[in-house]
T-cell receptor
């Protein structure tokens, strides 16, 4: 069964550094998402992406964040200047139509900002 | 704005006992509700969704619009059911899903 993959599984970075989290969605999916989960808290929506543009973003997704689909397979989340509070698990998800058709989640990237 | 509430952070039951994980939602429109499960060290997986009215791994959930609830139930808990369970709501529009805070189910052998 096809799965969403994410790299790296863990990343440690210094505050102020840029990080890029990578995701490979399921190949025939058209909708892509990023969520994050701060330790001990709930999964929070960051952004959805369709047809090479952002569909919706949350208040968390400020100017420090950007997403890109640089080629036909990857979907990336960039944090330009990381802050301590960006430390979280970041999940990528994809779906093949509207959200009620199921979003398939990747295993997550655990980001630690020191 | 939509909201999903899971009042219990931890639910411990003995093997063979019935399980009910509570979920309440707040949404003005017609919601699509889901339960996701996350086993230890694994990814979030869809467990079930209300529109399909299916039973997965013995779990069922009924949408009660009057009580705005979507509680997850299983008549007899198994040890392998131990996991984090997240109730989630899809409100349409831009495809985002709103998650509850999750309930950790611990099945005691």
């Amino acid at each position: 069964e096809p799965e969403v993959t994410q790299t790296p599984s863990h990343q440690v970075t210094q505050m102020g550094q840029e990080v890029i989290l990578r995701c490979v969605p399921i190949s025939n999916h058209l909708y892509f998402y990023w969520y994050r989960q701060i330790l001990g808290q709930k999964v929070e929506f960051l952004v959805s992406f369709y047809n090479n543009e952002i569909s919706e973003k949350s208040e968390i997704f400020d100017d420090q964040f950007s997403v890109e689909r640089p080629d036909g397979s990857n979907f990336t989340l960039k944090i330009r200047s990381t802050k301590l509070e960006d430390s979280a698990m970041y999940f990528c998800a994809s779906s093949d139509s509207r959200g009620q058709e199921t979003q398939y989640f990747g295993p997550g990237t655990r980001l630690l900002v020191l | 704005a939509q909201r999903v509430t899971q009042p219990e952070k931890l639910l411990s039951v003995f093997k063979g006992a019935p399980v009910e994980l509570k979920c309440n939602y707040s949404y003005s429109g017609s919601p699509e509700l889901f339960w996701y499960v996350q086993y230890s060290r694994q990814r979030l997986q869809l467990l079930l969704r209300h529109i399909s009215r299916e039973s997965i791994k013995g779990f069922t959930a009924d949408l009660n619009k009057g009580e705005t609830s979507f509680h997850l139930k299983k008549p007899f808990a198994q040890e392998e059911d131990s996991a984090m369970y997240y109730c989630a709501l899809y409100s349409g529009g831009y495809q985002k899903v709103t998650f509850g805070t999750g309930t950790k189910l611990q099945v005691i052998p």
